[in-house]
Every structure is written in structure tokens, then in C-alpha cells.
């Protein structure tokens, strides 16, 4: 009884005004300090631990997921304060489909309301300039929800600060199976031909038939103003003479026009990780830098498979995503800063030593 008494008591006093002020400000003060070091342009994460949320605390899993989206508000509101450029969340997986059709359905409902209430002005991302994207398989969601998620890009799409890159439904699996098969369309259109300057053979035809057509105005100038006489020329002089613009009656074919008669291809050879790259629902967006996820569990669930590379931080952390906040962020922020900074100054070191190897070539 003495714990729980003390508990509520702990509880209480965080919740009264002077204590939330202090904390607002603290916050304020730390996120204006992270901002004086490097800042990941591009954030993921995995919002994992809302069902076990729920049944830590004996609520029902539509009430976890809306406590995870509160989370999500109030870590969105963190990055884009701290200078992150782009978030992406693994909103709704294609192997969620499987789930009970009640939870589904719910998930689905939640997504129509919480995406139309951050794209309302005046709230959180028309405050940092957000524009929400959408990555996924659009077929695979209702008609009604759909409408909505719509709705909330159009409203957002006028924001150029930043980007929210809701993965709706999605893997990565997917993603990049769409982004090859794009790639495979797009290479099967032969390319348009080349402009060319005229051929030789086509000057030459235009200028016999300025030719022609002056000597026959001259002809007729010439001739008797009689009916017979002029019919008689007029026939002569339109079967001797071609219009300006028309083509020639037997045109021989040209080197250029063998040339190009057949239909040319992009090259295969040409395919490389930057023409994937413009074909993933991410085209557009910054490299990925930092990926967490929360829950304890240490894997990527299908989930940025080709976004993550050679410096991507991937974290995984022991608290669920409802719990997730600042306090929790905040260490892995300054770890990333940490790291990042390492990084730059064995860079700069490498870059000096290649520069002083190049001076004492020079002075041999």
C-alpha cells in the first residue's frame, strides 16, 4: 500500500502545472542542444509492442494502438524540433492482413482519424511543414480509407520542410519486387529517336522544287490569256510540277533513315543501385540514417531492407512504443551524434594524410 500510495503521489506532482512547465522546458533545452550536432536527415521506426502493451495492462488492443499513436505524435514533434528532414513508420504490414478482421478493421478506422488529424491545419505537421507520403499497395485498402488517406496527402502537400513516409500497407519485400518490375517496363520502351539535322538528299529536293515552282509562275506569267492555250499549260505545268512541301516520288533510302528505322533500347548494363533507388516508394527522400525499433525485439520484420546500408545506425530498444518518448530517444540521438562525429574526424584525418602524401610527391 505504501508504494502505491506513493506512486500516485509521484504521479500527481508531474502532472501539476509548475512540474509539467520545468519539464516543457528541460525538453526544450535538450532538444536545443541536440540541434548543435549533427541531426539524422532520415529516421525509421518500427512501432513495435502496442498489443503487449495492452495486455501488460489489461486494456483492450485497439486502446494500445492509440496509445502508440500518441507516441508517435509526441516523437514526431522531437525529430522534426531536432532538424530531421524525414520519418518513416511501419504503420501497417501486409502480413497485418492476417489478423483477426475486428483488429483490422479497427487499425484501418484508426488510420482514417489519427492521419486526417495531423494533416488538419494548424496541427502538428502543418506546424513543421510535413507533407505526408504514402508507401504501399493502395489496392489492398477500402474505398472509404483510402479516400481519407488521400484527403490527408492533398492537405499536406503544399509543406516542403519535411516529409512523413507512412508505410501503409507495406514490406520491403514488396517494395523492391514493384521497383524491379517498374524498372523492366520502363526499360522495355524503345527510346525516342535522336534529333538529327536534314539529309543531304532532303536539301537537295526542296530546293528542285523551289526551282520548279518558280519556272512554272514564270510560265504562266508568259502565256496567251485564251481558255484553250491556258488549259493546255496549266495541264503541262501541274504534271511537271510538285508542291514545295511534298515528299519525293522515289526516294532513295538513305544511310540515316536504315539507321534508324529499327527501334533502339535503353542498355541493361545500365541499371545500377541509383535507377533502383528512383524507383523505390522512397524515391526522393534522404538516405536512411538511423532505424529504431522498440519492444526488445532485434529484427527488421520485412521493413527498409534496401534503405539501409553500410552507415545505417539500426537500434533496438528493450522499452515498448507506447512508453517511447524523449527520455528514451534522447540517448540514442547523442550515441548517433557520438558515432557520426567519430566518423567525420577519421575522414578528416584520412583526407589530411592523403593530402601531405601528395605535397612531399610534389616537393620530390
Known amino acids: 500500500m505504501p508504494s502505491l500510495h506513493l506512486a500516485h503521489l509521484r504521479k500527481w506532482i508531474i502532472q501539476s ?17 541536440l540541434r548543435q550536432g549533427p541531426v539524422p536527415r532520415h ?19 485497439v486502446e494500445g494502438h492509440n496509445l502508440g499513436f500518441e507516441a508517435l505524435a509526441r516523437i514526431l514533434e522531437v525529430c522534426y524540433k531536432s532538424g530531421v528532414e524525414a520519418v518513416t513508420i511501419y504503420a501497417f504490414s501486409i502480413e497485418n492482413f492476417k489478423r483477426s478482421k475486428y483488429e483490422v478493421d479497427a487499425l484501418m478506422e484508426m488510420a482514417k482519424v489519427k492521419l486526417s488529424q495531423l494533416a488538419q491545419h494548424g496541427d502538428l505537421l502543418d506546424r513543421y511543414g510535413a507533407s505526408i507520403r504514402i508507401l504501399g499497395q493502395r489496392e489492398l485498402v477500402k474505398p472509404d480509407v483510402l479516400e481519407a488517406i488521400d484527403r490527408a496527402v492533398e492537405l499536406t502537400s503544399r509543406n516542403g520542410r519535411a516529409i512523413l513516409n507512412v508505410c501503409f500497407p507495406y514490406t520491403s519485400r514488396d517494395e523492391i519486387t514493384t521497383a524491379i518490375r517498374n524498372t523492366v517496363i520502363d526499360y522495355s520502351k524503345p527510346l525516342l529517336p535522336p534529333p538529327r539535322a536534314f539529309s543531304e538528299a532532303h536539301i537537295s529536293h526542296n530546293i528542285r522544287n523551289q526551282h520548279l515552282a518558280t519556272a512554272a509562275s514564270r510560265l504562266r506569267a508568259r502565256s496567251p490569256s485564251s481558255a484553250g492555250t491556258s488549259d493546255t499549260e496549266d495541264s503541262a505545268s501541274t504534271s511537271t510540277t510538285l508542291h514545295p512541301d511534298s515528299p519525293p516520288q522515289n526516294p532513295s533510302p538513305t544511310y540515316d533513315d536504315e539507321k534508324h528505322g529499327a527501334d533502339t533500347y535503353p542498355d541493361p548494363e545500365s541499371v545500377t543501385p541509383k535507377v533502383l533507388d528512383d524507383h523505390m516508394f522512397t524515391a526522393g527522400t534522404p538516405p536512411l540514417e538511423l532505424l529504431v525499433r522498440t519492444s526488445g525485439v532485434e529484427r527488421l520484420s520485412d521493413f527498409m531492407l534496401w534503405q539501409c546500408h553500410q552507415t545505417t545506425e539500426i537500434v533496438f530498444l528493450n522499452c515498448l512504443w507506447p512508453e517511447f518518448d524523449l527520455w528514451n530517444f534522447l540517448p540514442v540521438l547523442v550515441e548517433w551524434q557520438w558515432r557520426r562525429k567519430k566518423v567525420d574526424e577519421r575522414e578528416k584525418a584520412m583526407m589530411g594524410r592523403s593530402s601531405g602524401r601528395r605535397k612531399a610527391k610534389k616537393l620530390q
Not at 17 to 33: K, V
Not at 43 to 61: L, P, S, W
Open 43 to 61: 529516421v525509421a521506426f518500427v512501432m513495435d509492442g502496442n498489443r503487449r502493451f495492452a495486455r501488460n495492462h489489461q486494456i483492450e488492443k
Open 17 to 33: 502545472p509548475p512540474a509539467e512547465w520545468l519539464i516543457f522546458q528541460l525538453r526544450e533545452i535538450l532538444i536545443g542542444a
